[in-house]
């Protein structure tokens, strides 16, 4: 799902958080003080995203990279591993394009959108650079540029496939110290093009600098042509801030490539959202279906009780109205029944609902990988969902069944529970279901 227009895009990069306007755009101290839905593209407080290979299957690539990161000291404390992108290589290993942060600031993102009375979703910088990779690297080897502060962030990659990625920085913001970022980037680019045995033959260049005042800097051009590749320029507004600050950017453009499925927001928010945009139009589709067969059993109801009068009236004119008359069964009571059916529907629990229970029982570091609800009977709502924990075996036997003790106590029937477990992971499935609410 694309962002809507009435979504506000907030911006938080190298130590500051912004709102953009159509003209202007302000600083926040904080993302809850804009009211309404918003998506949040974030640096995350200096994570950086990189392509790496681990020796583990694409299933377990984010938890072995998790690992490395703790044991190597390059995230303070637990690493929170998002991948982008990862693809098996040979028979052992994959690779894997990620954002790490450490897991106490990704905590800090999940509590600020939980917070907030709005729908709120956040996205990497990363996720950023991905998606805009795998839309315009589908017929040609791309290298994604993305300058903001001191810094590129580039990604490189064909067809959705990322050959690399890194970030080149300067000792300042001024104009000296970015002279020599042609050559810097030049030379990170043609490592990826040996080592991987590519030509690049496209730059996608975008933009966010505070002061700047001109919509590209001066050393992209001069790249473009050392490296024999088309440019293609994403066109920068200016746009005036308190203070007489200002940012040139064409971010604004370049969110249109990111998708609600991108974010790195909880499982619980990314669901809830997904379940906002979607029923509106369900409920208007129910709501129709059920006084269009509300309707119609009307029409049968209105047609029974005239064909009832003129048989009266024949009866009564041909001297048979003491004769017995047989009653016949309505041809439309199916049709009252499943009206009736449909209206019972109306107190079984709603779809947002239930995510709402799922996220408030949900206990430690649980992720949802699958919730399916159907209502194939009027009486009750059938839940199945699937979940990963990430946590020692004891921690995540004892948050397992907490969650599940909180489930009952919250009206839910589990009708089936199970769940497979290593070292530091423990998968489940839970079936249950919940009766109407008379």
């Known amino acids: 799902m694309k962002m809507r227009s ?109 917070d907030d009375p709005n729908q709120h979703l ?3 910088l990363g996720s950023l650079l991905y998606s805009v990779l795998k839309q315009q690297s589908k017929r040609a080897t791309v290298a994604v540029l993305f300058e903001h502060d001191r810094h590129v962030d580039f990604v490189v990659g064909r067809s959705g496939r990322v050959f690399g990625a ?21 030379a990170e680019l043609q490592n990826i093009e040996r080592s991987e045995g590519v030509k690049i033959e496209r730059l996608v260049y975008f933009n966010w600098l505070l ?30 801030l308190a203070d007489g600050e200002s940012v040139t950017t064409s971010l604004p453009q370049m969110v249109r490539y990111l998708d609600s499925g991108d974010a790195i927001s909880s499982q619980n928010e990314r669901l809830q959202y997904a379940a906002q945009r979607l029923v509106p139009a369900a409920a208007m589709l129910a709501g129709l279906a059920v006084a269009g067969l509300l309707g119609t059993a009307g029409w049968f109801a209105q047609q029974a009780a005239s064909i009832e009068a003129d048989a009266r009236q024949l009866r009564e004119s041909t001297g048979l109205a003491s004769l017995e008359t047989v009653t016949a069964d309505p041809k439309y009571a199916d049709t009252l029944a ?63 069944l907490e969650f599940i003790n909180a489930l009952r106590g919250q009206g839910y029937q589990i009708v089936d529970s199970s769940f497979s477990t290593d070292v530091e992971r423990l998968e489940f499935v839970v079936k249950m279901e919940k009766e109407v609410r008379l």
């Open 166 to 186: 890194n970030r080149v920085s300067t000792y300042s913001t001024a104009a000296e110290a970015k002279a020599g970022l042609e050559d810097s980037v030049a």
């Open 211 to 240: 002061d700047h005042g001109e919509g590209t800097s001066s050393w992209v051009e001069p790249l473009a042509a050392a490296m024999t590749a088309k440019l293609l320029l994403t066109r920068s507004q200016v746009y005036a």
């Open 338 to 400: 499943l009206a009736a059916d449909l209206a019972r529907l109306r107190n079984v629990p709603s779809f947002k609902g239930i995510l709402g229970d799922l996220s408030q029982a949900s206990r430690g570091n649980l992720e949802f990988t699958n919730v399916k609800v159907s209502y194939d009977e009027p009486e009750r709502a059938s839940i199945d969902f699937k979940g990963v924990m990430v946590a020692p075996f004891p921690q995540a036997k004892q948050d397992h």
């Open 6 to 114: 009435n979504e506000h895009l907030l911006v938080e990069l190298d130590g500051g958080l912004f709102q953009l306007g159509k003209s202007n755009g302000k600083r926040l101290a904080r993302a809850t003080a804009v009211e309404g839905d918003k998506w949040l593209l974030s640096d995350l407080q200096g994570g950086m995203s990189r392509l790496a290979t681990v020796e583990a299957p694409p299933r377990y690539a984010e938890l072995v990279m998790q690992r490395r990161l703790q044991e190597s000291g390059d995230v303070e404390g637990q690493a929170q591993v998002f991948s982008h992108w990862k693809i098996k290589r040979g028979q052992t290993a994959s690779d894997i394009f990620y954002t790490a942060v450490s897991a106490s600031d990704y905590s800090s993102y999940v509590d600020r959108a939980q």
């Open 122 to 124: 956040v996205f990497a």
